[in-house]
């Protein structure tokens, strides 16, 4: 009884072993040749739609620059939930409203406006004003603005910094003369008592708590009163006009502005989108419209250093519009203004006439967070938070129904005079 050895055809001859191979190891002949096994393709973390910008996506071959800027940017914190690089809205109360301190980077934010009022223009002026005071606040251009639909007249608008009122910048006036070491700082009792028994040490706990002291330039107050003095220069703001046939004319300046700016933060302003006074015929169809905010979705999800804020009228395009739907699924965040009806205005003065400051001036709706929304954390709030347009700052907080004390006194007497 004779015997072969495994994998040798029968009735054939054996085939030359090839060299490095071990000849009792020879594959079947004529059998299909094998390649190397390729992983299964992973599908990516973000659904980016299939639509690709005219010319390379700028910001992908420059990753070790952005990379840099991220870490070295003073705008530029992580995210309290996804410790996502995250910066500011310049409003402190919008930060928090968002659940990451701010806008993550690569992630955009809708903002919907009911009635002729034109709050969302309040915080589209702070979200590029504070882009600008970080290129001041360290001395060298980090952050570039650009603004699609709007000239230079708008960003001569932006609003200055927050000094304080005349109290307050007495007392930090006070304060800087009194940190000064000086013969009569040093003479004094309370200061040789503090060094004495270390009252001044603060404990290294409340410094790590304090965030403010983590990332002193994150975030700052503007004054709505005033201005940015001085201007935008073209090194810091560009703009996009919109007297063109289609939106790739709008992407291509775009990215050209971003090539001609490498390493640094973009911020981009989508100022009252689709508004027939802004936006030619053209651009207002819908296919193009769509379009276009893909093209932007594709960049900000392809370029770690750019995010936008864009403003929509619900007067013009109500929210059961399809179109709105629709461009509501695109961005990754979306919040909604609606103006206090005149009743309850009215209501409000009267209640508040001698605390003028808790008068506010709408709801302000909350129906999608950046990231956690699209990670499937469902987070609809409305008619929980109200707003106002303050002077230091655009105000957010709980909603809470006003009392009429002076008609519940009425009611009260009525009931014991019965």
Same mark, same amino acid.
């Given at each position: 009884?004779?015997?072969?050895?495994?994998?040798?055809?029968?009735?054939?001859?054996? #085939?030359?072993?090839?060299?490095?191979?071990?000849?009792?190891?020879?594959?079947?002949?004529?059998?299909? #040749?094998?390649?190397?096994?390729?992983?299964?393709?992973?599908?990516?973390?973000?659904?980016?739609?299939?639509?690709?910008?005219?010319?390379?996506?700028?910001?992908?071959?420059?990753?070790? *620059?952005?990379?840099?800027?991220?870490?070295?940017?003073?705008?530029?914190?992580?995210?309290?939930?996804?410790?996502?690089?995250?910066?500011?809205?310049?409003?402190?109360?919008?930060?928090?409203?968002?659940?990451?301190?701010?806008?993550?980077?690569?992630?955009?934010?809708?903002?919907?406006?009911? &009635?002729?009022?034109?709050?969302?223009?309040?915080?589209?002026?702070? +979200?590029?004003?504070?882009?600008?005071?970080?290129?001041?606040?360290? &001395?060298?251009?980090?952050?570039?603005?650009?603004?699609?639909?709007?000239?230079?007249?708008? &960003?001569?608008?932006?609003?200055?910094?927050?000094?304080?009122?005349?109290?307050?910048?007495?007392?930090?006036?006070?304060?800087?003369?009194?940190?000064?070491?000086?013969?009569?700082?040093?003479?004094?009792?309370?200061?040789?008592?503090?060094?004495?028994?270390?009252?001044?040490?603060? #404990?290294?706990?409340?410094?790590?708590?304090?965030?403010?002291?983590?990332?002193?330039?994150?975030?700052?107050?503007?004054?709505?009163?005033?201005?940015?003095?001085?201007?935008?220069?073209?090194?810091?703001? *560009?703009?996009?006009?919109?007297?063109?046939?289609? +939106?790739?004319?709008?992407?291509?300046?775009?990215?050209?502005?971003?090539?001609?700016?490498?390493?640094?933060?973009?911020?981009?302003?989508?100022?009252?989108?689709?508004?027939?006074?802004?936006?030619?015929?053209?651009?207002?169809?819908?296919?193009?419209?769509?379009?276009?905010?893909?093209?932007?979705?594709?960049?900000?999800?392809? *370029?770690?250093?750019?995010?936008?804020?864009?403003?929509?009228?619900?007067?013009?395009?109500?929210?059961?519009?399809?179109?709105?739907?629709?461009?509501?699924?695109?961005?990754?965040?979306?919040?909604?203004?609606?103006?206090?009806?005149?009743?309850?205005?009215?209501?409000?003065?009267?209640?508040?006439?001698?605390?003028?400051?808790?008068?506010?001036?709408?709801?302000?709706?909350?129906?999608?967070?950046?990231?956690?929304?699209?990670?499937?954390?469902?987070?609809?709030?409305?008619?929980?938070?109200?707003?106002?347009?303050?002077?230091?700052?655009?105000?957010?907080?709980?909603?809470?129904?006003?009392?009429?004390?002076?008609?519940?006194?009425?009611?009260?007497?009525?009931?014991?005079?019965?």
């Amino acid at each position: 009884m004779s015997f072969r050895r495994r994998q040798e055809v029968i009735g054939g001859t054996p #085939s030359a072993p090839s060299p490095g191979v071990n000849s009792s190891r020879n594959p079947v002949l004529g059998a299909p #040749s094998r390649g190397p096994l390729s992983p299964p393709s992973r599908a990516p973390l973000r659904n980016t739609p299939h639509v690709n910008p005219t010319g390379p996506t700028p910001g992908l071959h420059n990753r070790g *620059s952005n990379n840099d800027m991220l870490t070295q940017h003073p705008g530029i914190r992580p995210s309290t939930i996804t410790s996502q690089p995250t910066l500011s809205t310049g409003s402190a109360d919008l930060d928090r409203l968002l659940a990451h301190q701010g806008l993550p980077l690569g992630n955009s934010l809708l903002i919907e406006e009911n &009635g002729t009022t034109d709050f969302s223009s309040v915080l589209l002026k702070v +979200y590029a004003a504070q882009g600008i005071v970080h290129n001041r606040t360290v &001395g060298k251009l980090n952050t570039h603005v650009i603004v699609i639909g709007s000239d230079q007249h708008w &960003g001569r608008q932006l609003p200055g910094l927050y000094r304080g009122s005349s109290k307050e910048q007495k007392k930090n006036k006070v304060a800087t003369n009194e940190s000064k070491v000086t013969v009569g700082n040093i003479n004094d009792s309370n200061l040789k008592i503090a060094w004495r028994y270390g009252l001044k040490k603060d #404990s290294p706990s409340e410094e790590l708590s304090d965030p403010s002291q983590t990332y002193p330039n994150y975030q700052h107050a503007f004054d709505i009163t005033s201005s940015l003095l001085p201007a935008p220069a073209a090194n810091e703001m *560009s703009f996009v006009p919109l007297n063109v046939p289609d +939106y790739s004319k709008v992407m291509l300046h775009i990215q050209r502005i971003i090539s001609q700016h490498q390493g640094k933060l973009i911020r981009i302003v989508l100022q009252s989108f689709l508004n027939p006074a802004m936006y030619p015929p053209q651009l207002i169809q819908h296919n193009q419209s769509l379009n276009f905010i893909k093209s932007l979705r594709y960049l900000l999800h392809n *370029s770690p250093n750019i995010s936008l804020v864009s403003s929509v009228n619900l007067d013009l395009y109500p929210r059961h519009n399809a179109l709105v739907t629709m461009i509501e699924m695109l961005f990754d965040g979306v919040i909604e203004l609606k103006p206090f009806p005149p009743e309850l205005v009215q209501m409000m003065e009267r209640i508040y006439k001698n605390q003028p400051a808790k008068i506010k001036q709408g709801f302000l709706n909350v129906l999608k967070l950046p990231v956690l929304s699209e990670s499937g954390l469902m987070v609809i709030k409305e008619i929980e938070y109200c707003f106002k347009n303050g002077k230091k700052k655009f105000e957010i907080e709980e909603w809470s129904i006003p009392i009429d004390e002076e008609e519940e006194e009425r009611s009260t007497t009525k009931d014991i005079e019965f």
